[in-house]
């Protein structure tokens, strides 16, 4: 198990590795401008210019350049930024609560509305329930988050308020910490929006894989036994069933956690997401290539969970 | 009688119409008897044992009556099909790897059959079972206990297959090709097992089975089935020494035998008939070597009914009465 672990360790480190090569032939090798030139702004001389590649070592050799770079990511050092000369590390970690609440709570959601539906829908395969649930979540899928969170602003949001009822707030985030009804408040609708999107498809692959368990011998030999059918469908048929349910949601928590673009945007929520938008917009290449890295680290990590827990919920894989 | 199944119908809905997998099965068994149901993939024997059980899925129809202890179990609801279910009647699945639940331990499956019917202290169950796997043979029941399916031989997991399906003594055990799946040293163990404990438990056992040498050893009364049907039935030594069928002949002049000369495997031409399909005459005519012995080719056109050809003995061929009438 342990030699398991280390060997998808090893593995994740080298995926890193690739990302952050690439990330480096990206914004040294291929950059599209001069990065100095970006940092000094528009009205910069030329000796300031000059300053600043010496600063950055953009005038050193490009291996001696990559090297300072790897150096620089082991030591967590992802640099300042070019716009406010902050730490970008620190700027992601201000910002990571924020994407870190949409990301879980999210998942949470999916997981929360799949399961339930995705066991009603396959116990009722093929007849009217499980044909409108099949239909609802193929709708829930096709709506694209823009759309979603635009009608929640404007139903939820707009007109409850102008009617008089201030539930929901337009959007910000309220940290946990300071006032966990607030955090609670701002977060439902933004939750809502990735859950409209997403609900469909887990509870697609939720009735999916329970369909294709029960029709295995082992969940009749439960009926044979005896078992009441709850017992057959939660203790016999769901728990192996929902092996393609945890690696979506590793990966998908993982995706969500290096920032989601859309949604942050329209709720007014300051995540990675958000930030990563600045950055592009400005220029900043500390920025791009800090949450680029970042939301890199949370894909293979959230990978690797997946693949431990999926190995220690089968007894047949010792390791 | 026991059991008393009259008539029985099983039809499957599916998407290119209906497919008649059990059509006009009756048969019946005493309390301490071996009944084989014999035939080939797909004739319906399965089919016919799993409607004992209620294990069909909603496609299924059933039809005719099935009389379990004078209770009718045809039309039954789902809860008393529950309560019946490994308490009254018990079944060992073909494969057990595939049939026992690849991620719980034995002893907890085990546990689970018979903590569905009865309720019992949690150590009280622990010793029960460890004695259900010492009886059905295990050396070391405490390690069996505690393993997974996978991480048994095949004949230990039939073997506890077994322990699981006798845990609540069953009066009546279904055995849906118990040895199929295993090596032959193993098939004749396992056989020697169920018969023992069948003595032991005094179960009525009803052993679905396409093996005639199996059947040979363990079974007390024969129904062979074709296409679903019935085509002969009555006693082993009956089936054996004078099969009234063309099939049965078939089936065992196919079976290798020691005591004669070498040569090529004698085989029935040709395949079954595709189930969904509705023959005129006798399913088994096309492949029937005998159809020219029969006047009007009245086996094309008319299906032959089962006929008593001696006492206890049925086959459903319109040369059995015949045959019979010509061996006296």
């Known amino acids: ?319 | 009688m026991f059991l008393d199944i009259r008539n029985l119908q099983v039809t499957f809905q599916t998407e290119t119409g209906a497919v008649r997998a059990v059509n006009d099965l009756s048969l019946s068994l005493d309390r301490g008897k071996t009944l084989a149901i014999v035939g080939e993939s797909g004739s319906g024997k399965t089919a016919a044992a799993l409607s004992i059980m209620g294990l069909h899925g909603s496609s299924a129809r059933i039809g005719g009556s099935i009389k379990l202890d004078d209770q009718e179990l045809v039309g039954a609801d789902d809860e008393t099909f529950r309560r019946l279910r490994g308490d009254k009647v018990a079944m060992i699945f073909q494969d057990p790897l595939t049939a026992m639940h690849p991620h719980h331990r034995i002893g907890d499956q085990i546990a689970e059959a018979y903590q569905a019917h009865y309720s019992a202290k949690k150590q009280d169950v622990r010793r029960l079972i460890l004695d259900m796997l010492d009886r059905v043979g295990m050396t070391d029941p405490k390690r069996v206990y505690a393993s997974y399916p996978f991480e048994l031989s095949g004949g230990m997991r039939q073997r506890a297959m077994i322990a699981m399906s006798l845990v609540c003594n069953p009066d009546l055990l279904i055995a849906d090709e118990p040895t199929t799946a295993l090596d032959v040293t193993i098939q004749a163990q396992i056989i020697d097992l169920l018969a023992d404990l069948q003595k032991e438990f005094n179960s009525a056992v009803i052993l679905v089975t396409h093996d005639l040498g199996v059947v040979a050893e363990f079974a007390d009364d024969v129904v062979v089935m074709y296409c679903g049907r019935a085509v002969e039935s009555g006693q082993a030594e009956q089936i054996f020494d004078h099969p009234g069928h063309p099939y049965t002949q078939g089936l065992l002049a196919s079976v290798p035998r020691l005591d004669q000369e070498r040569g090529m495997l004698v085989a029935i031409p040709g395949t079954p008939p595709n189930a969904g399909l509705t023959i005129e005459g006798c399913p088994f005519a096309p492949r029937c070597s005998r159809t020219q012995d029969v006047a009007d080719d009245l086996c094309r056109s008319v299906l032959p009914p089962l006929v008593g050809i001696e006492d206890a003995h049925t086959a459903a061929c319109h040369l059995a009465a015949n045959d019979a009438e010509g061996r006296r």
């Open chain 1, 1 to 319: 198990m342990i030699g398991y672990v280390l060997r998808r360790l090893a593995f994740g480190l080298m995926t890193l590795w690739f990302i952050s090569l690439a990330v480096f032939i990206l914004f040294y090798v291929a950059t599209p401008g001069d990065p100095a030139l970006m940092f000094a702004g528009e009205y910069a001389t030329y000796e300031q210019i000059d300053l600043i590649r010496t600063r950055l070592g953009l005038d050193q050799p490009l291996h001696v350049q990559y090297f300072t770079y790897i150096g620089n990511l082991l030591r967590f050092d992802f640099g300042t930024s070019f716009v406010n000369q902050e730490d970008v590390l620190a700027t992601i970690l201000r910002r990571l609560p924020v994407t870190a609440s949409l990301a879980f709570g999210t998942v949470a959601i999916w997981v929360a509305i799949a399961i339930p539906t995705g066991v009603f829908s396959a116990r009722r395969a093929g007849r009217l329930p499980d044909r409108l649930v099949t239909a609802t979540a193929l709708a829930g899928m096709s709506f694209p988050t823009f759309v979603v969170g635009t009608l929640l602003f404007y139903v939820l949001f707009f007109v409850l308020t102008n009617a008089g009822f201030p539930v929901f707030p337009s959007g910000g985030y309220v940290a946990f910490t300071r006032d966990p009804l607030e955090w609670l408040r701002h977060m439902l609708l933004p939750w809502m929006t990735l859950a409209v999107v997403g609900a469909g498809t887990y509870t697609r692959i939720a009735r999916g894989s329970l369909l294709e368990t029960l029709n295995q011998d082992y969940v009749r030999t439960a009926r044979a036994k005896g078992l009441r059918e709850n017992k057959v469908i939660y203790h016999h048929a769901l728990p192996p069933s929902m092996t393609p349910v945890i690696t979506m949601m590793g990966l998908d928590l993982g995706g969500l956690l290096g920032g989601t673009i859309i949604t942050e945007r329209i709720w007014g929520l300051n995540g990675v997401g958000s930030l990563a938008v600045q950055a592009v917009e400005t220029g900043d290449l500390p920025t791009i290539m800090g949450t680029v890295i970042f939301a890199a680290f949370f894909v293979v990590a959230a990978n690797l969970i997946v693949d431990v827990i999926q190995v220690l919920r089968n007894p047949q894989i010792t390791l």
